[in-house]
């Protein structure tokens, strides 16, 4: 009777740590956005204009939005996207759940308009960037040659 009685005990305890591990918040479905910058860069500006690109990989199980970039390089930095070769400022960007925003050349991107000062090559540009879910990232774009496109090297 004690033998049963620990083996029913020794059941249980496993279904319901199997029961917590199934609830863990590490990737599960319900889990917050986990937010990484990679591959970020800006090119030397020709004008008083400049275009940032980057990626934001999300590996946790839910979905964010990027809603808003900042820098001190411009008061005017808005988030565009470009279909049909034409560009337009968007409000948002998706960052899905164990995927990514990619703001490449030719794509979606951030637009600095209005610069304070031109940054030159070899430099660095500090931006933060706002999500609707995860806390601010602070990225520094380090500036490149004015023709730099990571995707056709």
Do not use: W
Request: hydrophobic content about 35%; overall charge neutral.
């Amino acid at each position: 009777m004690n033998r049963r009685r620990t083996a029913l005990a020794g059941a249980l305890a496993l279904a319901s740590g199997l029961t917590l591990a199934g609830c863990s918040s590490d990737g599960g479905q319900d889990s917050e956005p986990v937010l990484k910058v990679v591959g970020a860069y800006l090119p030397q500006p020709v004008s008083d204009m400049a275009a940032g690109f980057l990626v934001v990989q999300n590996s946790g199980g839910t979905g964010d939005r990027l809603t808003s970039v900042t820098s001190p390089l411009s008061d005017d930095v808005t988030i565009h996207e470009t279909k049909n070769q034409k560009m337009r400022e968007v409000s948002s960007f998706e960052v899905p759940a164990n995927g990514e925003l990619d703001l490449e050349r030719g794509g979606n991107h951030i637009m600095f308009m209005k610069l304070k000062q031109k940054p030159k090559q070899g430099e660095k540009v500090p931006v933060e960037l706002h999500f609707e879910k995860a806390d601010p990232i602070k990225v520094d774009l380090p500036v490149k040659e004015t023709t730099h496109n990571p995707k056709k090297q």
